[in-house]
């Protein structure tokens, strides 16, 4: 008898090389996919649109009266003027910090986020990157032309290297870093209308309480209040010397005062994102 012949099998499929190369996934994509998402969005539009609207007219609006006063200026430079279209346009600042991340948990897109690129401390820190340097270029470069028409509008004191410096630069560094407070609120809340409502209490509401401290034994956290606040920050901003009395923040210590509040924001926004569901 012979042997029973075997069953012919059919040969292995050959395995599947793709013709793109395949690389693991880092910081640069993360940070590609969150430029994409930033700038292809209407709210980025809106609102960077109304922040330069904001400190173009009121800046030299303010900057118009003020040439047309007789009034003395002193020692003041014209530079000071920058704050009234800083303050509106801190709102704008806000908004857009608090929607670039809040916005995503509302549509549910934050999934689909987190899908592609499961660490979540990179998307945190992709969406930070590409919002600071968004809103540090944006500002920086309007409240530098802001400046210059100031300084040519009304006829005061000259500024220094270190108030230009301050009045642009610093300007546009501390207005970002209030945007990643509100980026680190809006991931810790995860809703736009209440993270935005928080931001806005936080820039209005202790100013607001002050003025309405005249008790005696409220006097001490009246004064903590003027001089902590942040528009108050932003007044001392464009000064040498503390703007309220003798003690507190002025130069660039209000916007070391800004940028370490939003590191630790961040810092509990990186730890509860990577704790909890999405």
Request: hydrophobic share 55%.
């Amino acid at each position: 008898m012979t042997a029973p012949a075997h069953p012919q099998h059919a040969p292995a499929p050959h395995s599947y090389v793709s013709p793109i190369p395949v690389r693991r996934a880092h910081l640069g994509d993360a940070l590609a996919s969150e430029w994409t998402k930033i700038r292809s969005v209407r709210s980025t539009v809106w609102t960077l649109g109304v922040m330069i609207l904001l400190m173009v007219a009121i800046g030299l609006g303010v900057a118009a009266i003020a040439s047309t006063s007789e009034a003395s200026m002193g020692d003041e430079t014209a530079l000071a003027f920058g704050f009234f279209g800083m303050l509106p346009a801190s709102i704008c600042v806000i908004t857009l910090g608090v929607l670039t991340i809040a916005s995503e948990y509302g549509t549910g897109m934050i999934r689909t986020t987190l899908t592609a690129c499961p660490s979540r401390a990179r998307v945190l820190t992709a969406k930070a990157i590409v919002f600071f340097l968004l809103v540090f270029a944006v500002t920086t470069v309007v409240a530098t032309l802001v400046a210059l028409a100031q300084v040519a509008m009304v006829d005061a004191a000259a500024p220094t290297g270190g108030e230009w410096l301050r009045s642009t630069v610093g300007a546009g560094a501390y207005l970002a870093a209030l945007g990643l407070l509100s980026l680190a609120i809006g991931t810790l809340i995860r809703h736009s209308a209440g993270a935005i409502t928080v931001m806005i209490g936080l820039l209005l509401l202790p100013l607001v309480a002050a003025l309405f401290m005249f008790s005696a034994p409220l006097r001490a956290v009246q004064e903590w209040l003027f001089t902590y606040a942040i528009p108050s920050q932003m007044i001392a901003l464009y000064s040498a010397q503390p703007p309220f009395g003798e003690s507190g923040p002025s130069g660039w210590e209000p916007l070391l005062i800004m940028g370490g509040t939003a590191a630790v924001a961040l810092a509990g926004a990186y730890a509860v994102l990577n704790s909890r569901d999405v």
